[in-house]
């Protein structure tokens, strides 16, 4: 069965490493045209080139997310690219430094994190519905949040931007259903990709017994992107952790630089 339509085509943000690679990729590879957007230049063309010759096109984009200008440029440059998109999956979170906690947190790093997941989901999001409701298309969007929208993750940056996008999901959701555009999350667990580094100790609380890989996610994104298998899901949030989620491992944090 054929997952998707011949005028399908996406935009997948953080596709460089990790989870979006792996979803930008997956696309691809079931004959959809997408832009791979990322930060880093050389990380995004070599998923690019990964996947040349493939049934689809993939087109690498450079940019921050973080700027507002930078959105409208990827908008703009995806539908000169592509014409019309009819999925959007937002992957693109800045990296997560366990020194940040709560009292160590600085602006900036908090501005950013809330800027890459939650400004940048909702600019991409609002904006790519304007188009697909004026053209008629039923649309998807997925957004990835997190096992901490519910969980404190001792990084309060993080976890609120991520419970934020959460929300996001569901009035977009809401709101844009009467147009046949479906929106949910996908919510990862202990993924060995993007940067993460895991506590071996970790894979004790996962009653599948291992760290999630990047790959795990993919097709459950590509099931839930495609009307045909997940054409009656929308505000839903899809977890795929292992049952990590089962149990709070964390420690409350340690603030020893308070005196």
Do not use: C
């Amino acid at each position: 069965m054929r997952l998707f339509e011949e005028r399908d085509a996406a935009i997948v943000t953080g596709a460089g490493n990790g989870i979006g690679r792996a979803i930008a990729q997956a696309l691809v590879r079931e004959g959809v045209s997408t832009v791979f957007a990322d930060l880093e230049a050389g990380t995004v063309q070599a998923a690019v080139r990964e996947v040349q010759g493939e049934r689809a096109r993939g087109v690498a984009w450079v940019g921050d997310l973080a700027d507002p200008a930078e959105r409208e440029r990827l908008l703009a440059q995806a539908h000169d690219a592509l014409g019309s998109v009819t999925m959007l999956v937002h992957s693109a979170s800045p990296p997560r430094l366990e020194r940040d906690h709560l009292f160590a947190v600085d602006t900036a790093t908090w501005e950013r994190m809330r800027a890459v997941n939650l400004d940048a989901a909702f600019h991409l999001g609002r904006e790519l519905a304007r188009r697909m409701i004026a053209q008629r298309i039923a649309g998807r969007m997925l957004m990835l949040t997190s096992l901490h929208t519910d969980t404190p993750r001792n990084l309060v940056h993080y976890s609120t931007a991520k419970a934020a996008t959460g929300m996001l999901v569901k009035e977009f959701a809401k709101g844009l259903g009467r147009f046949g555009i479906r929106v949910n999350a996908l919510v990862p667990g202990a993924i060995a990709a993007g940067g993460f580094v895991a506590r071996p100790e970790l894979v004790r609380h996962i009653p599948l017994g291992r760290l999630g890989e990047a790959e795990d996610l993919a097709p459950m994104a590509l099931a839930v992107l495609s009307n045909r298998t997940g054409g009656y899901v929308t505000g839903a949030s899809i977890v795929v952790d292992g049952g990590l989620a089962l149990t709070n491992w964390f420690d409350p944090p340690q603030f020893e630089d308070l005196g």
